[in-house]
């Protein structure tokens, strides 16, 4: 029994044993599973660690001075600026998020560059604690190449399931080329949340778990509102993802994963709308688009791609080729397979490539095919937003992210093969060893190529603030600008002429912008990655500062107080500041407030602007395409003594309605359009604004009416009648110029004289463009004798022509010396040389003025010196006297011409032009030839002789070849053709007679 009971104890026990086995296992896998979990997470730590130290000798030696310097003073120090004014912002008024204080008044003036908004969430804690803009914005440089590296780590390791690999892919991606081509634009550093998107896109597809899904549109939405440029890199990146799943997984899509997705999507949306609404807006009212021209210089070459991006990754390409060629050998928990995945990465990595050379393929600078249709024209084309971008080379950075996932591929393969060499070898090889050397020849390139010209600017802290910004901090909030502008510190002065002690020794341009993050007003000027079109304006008025119109602009943007940077000025424009200095005590608007050093700050008076000076009257072209643009002018003219300033954010509501002529004109009757008109900044003399609208599609005449009843001009109600049809020649354009005087070198001119012409023209306004002026002599028949067109800017630069100058214009004209004698017009004209379309400078009463001419007298040399056939003198009218004639045979055949030679005497100036007929009279009265025409073959009217003028007068009589032979007579006079009322002779025998009898005329035949 013992000894049963002894067996049966051993079998108990064992059984026991069992169980006890069975109850610790899933104990064991527990603890298996957190070993397993624990050493990945130490090893990511670790990863993550390395990643950090990194990044800090990869920018070293920038990385000793993270509190006081960036890596450089330009888009550094405007990405500084815009994630300061977002935590700023957010901390006091975050519903104004996007109106920033640059561009004062424009709105939305946050959206003229990237956003950066996750980059301001992370940072917000250091802004609040560490109060050093410098350092936060350091820090975020900082995390950008570690949470990228971070980033792609985690979906290296997922595809390639190697913690090595893709760590290598980390450093890959973290400090490419591409990268450190855009040290100053934080918001292209802004990459790691493509990877963590990718990541979590592939996991939801292949474990279709809600959180994944929300985990990926948080990532989508974090790259979107970092950069939208990446925005549409993304999207594209997600959508041929998406793609490549249906076509390879085609038997996993249903209709219930096309319906989550389709939700995702609308909650990326919601997330992202509020963000993108204010750059919509921006595009809508100051049209952010660019132009296919404007691309192609803004894109790459594919060799300087090659040379710049790729050749210092040549260790990268090398092992992404075992990535592609050994994938399928591999398993991975990703949706696409491992084989799947190293050709979608290399489509991406393709596409990528493709889409960065932009719109032209551009090999070399000498070797191009602008023909050549690239991919990027169909996306600018087709797809929304891309015309807003300008840089088709960002594209890269897809490229960038597939060679980390293919070199991560390629390693993990490596890593297989040569495992299975240790195990055969009788050599002794060190794994580590080997990783070692994949480590170094992955970044020594890097750092040998890419990385060698990261610096260091120290910019001013807090602690060495400019007096001048200190005191603005302490003012209330109000609107201020600082002299000279920004975009006139673009340009580095030369180096002689710095003050050593200024920390911006070349570039001024994010000067006034930074050290706002410390005060915070309202600036007109600013820098981003947008200009509001009509800076420029803004600009060429501040350039003539302290003038009458720049203090009324002031006045009429609410400007208070203007900093003037004596500095500055020294250094960029040393012949400006004598002058303002000058100028400045004539301004009594201007008071003195504060002086810093070399910093000045003036107060600006305020002052409300009356537009009941204004007097605006209305210019409607004649002619007009049916349903084309038509345009119609607007004349301004400010008839008070100070300018007139409008904001440019203003617009005129401007009702234009086409009534068909009487009301019972074809087809619609009435038509009505309502624009909004882009008003002049300033205007001080008088101004033309062009109101564009469509005609009418049915052809026909109509009454034109422009109306405005609101808006930053007096009510008015203008009109006009214009004819719409085909045909319609291209209309004149009015321009802010007057011609107020003109003089001639003589008073009247010989053949093969030089005629040397002065015009004096009157700028009444800012001139937008050059202009051209032409000077023709031009005979009765408008046939022209002499020309010469010449660019106004030869005697001054029109778009620097300041309202009011009145500049002198010469001009010279050869007469041709066979130009008989005459009084011929001088016409003036001008036209816009880019497409020669008429230009009407305006009149006294601000009225175009069409036609600008006067008359010249041409007379030929010694023609007072007469010798006369047949001498007379006989008083017509009193008004002129006919000295004689000449007649040329006294005997002629039928059908041959009688040349007849009058010589006129002026008694005094006439102010009528008389017609001379002269008619050769037939025995019974009969008329056998005449010829009536002003003298000189209407080429000198009477009203342009000078008194005691003698005008010989030649006239051509041809003999009808019918005329029977005989004795004819000669009768001559003069009439006003106007009344036909002839002049009668005083004096004489023939006193009160209407015309002068000349001597015979023989007709005889030829025997």
Known sequence: MSKNSGGGVRRNDFSRGDAIDEERAPSRQLNKEATSSSRAARADLLALLGFGLLTLLMIYPLSLHLAEALQDTSDSLLNLWITNWQAHQLLISPLQLFDTNIFYPYPNTLAYSEILFPNVLLGLPLFVFTDNHILTYNLLFLLSFVLSALGLYLLAYRLSGSRYAAFIAGLVFAFSPYRAGHLSQLQLLTMQWMPLALLYLDRYLGRRKAKDGLLFCAFFTAQCLSSFYYAFYMGLAVGLYLLYYFILRRQKVSLSLILRLALLGGLIAVLITPFAWPYFQVNRDLGVERTLPELVAFSPRLRTLLKGYLLPCWAVLVLAVPGFFRAAKGRTPSSLGQKGNAVFYLILALFGLVMALGPTLRVSKNLEWPAFP?????????????????????????????????????????????????????????????????????????????????????????????????????????????????????????????????????????????????????????????????????????????????????????????????ALYQAYRPERWPEIQEALPA?????????????????????????????????????????????????????????????PIERLPVTATWRADGGKGPGQQQQTVRVAVEMPLVISGASVVPVSFPSPITPGEYHLLLEAAAGPLPPFSLEGSVSVGEGAERAAEPVPVRLYDYSLDQDRYAPGDTLRLTLHWEALDRLMGDCSASVKLLDVDGAVLAQQDSALYRAWQPVSWLPGDRIADRHELEIPPNTPLGRYRLQISLYRPADLSTLLPLGEETTPVEDISTWVKVKPPGSEQLSIQHPLHVNLGDRVTLLGYDVRPEAVQPGQPLDLTLYWQARREMTGDYTVFTHLVAAEGRIVAQQDNRPAEGRYPTSAWDAGEIVVDRYHLTIPPDAPDGEYHLEVGMYLLSTLERLKIVGGSEEGQDRILLGLVFVRRGS
């Open 374 to 566: 690239m991919p990027y024209r169909f996306f600018f084309a087709y797809f929304p937003g891309f015309k807003a971008m300008r840089a088709p080379g960002r594209f890269f950075s897809l490229t960038t992210l597939s060679l980390g996932v293919l070199a991560a591929l390629g390693i993990a393969s490596l890593e297989k093969a040569l495992a299975l060499l240790v195990h055969r070898s009788p050599f002794v090889i060190r794994h580590s060893l080997i990783r070692t050397g994949v480590f170094l020849l992955v970044l020594y390139p890097l750092l040998l190529r890419s990385w060698a010209h990261v610096s260091v600017a120290f910019i001013e802290g807090r602690e060495r603030l400019p007096p001048v910004y200190r005191w603005l901090a302490r003012q209330s909030p109000t609107v201020i600008v600082e002299l000279p502008l920004a975009f006139r510190l673009a340009d580095p002065p030369p180096v002689e002429s710095i003050d050593p002690s200024l920390v911006w020794p070349t570039y001024n341009l994010f000067r006034y912008q930074y050290f706002s993050t410390y005060h915070w007003q309202e600036s007109i000027d600013g820098y981003s990655g947008f200009v509001p079109p009509r800076h420029g304006e803004i600009e060429w008025e501040m350039e003539h500062f302290p003038s009458e119109r720049a203090i009324s602009l002031l006045q009429g943007l609410d400007v208070e107080y203007v900093v003037l940077h004596e």
């Open 587 to 647: 301004f009594r608007e201007l008071t003195l407030v504060e002086q810093f050093g070399q910093d000045y700050v003036y107060q600006v008076q305020r002052r409300t602007q009356a537009r009941e000076s204004l007097e605006v009257k209305g210019f409607f072209p004649a002619q007009a395409v049916p349903g084309e643009k038509y345009t119609a002018y607007l004349l301004i003219a400010n008839t008070g003594a100070r300018s007139y300033a409008i904001k």
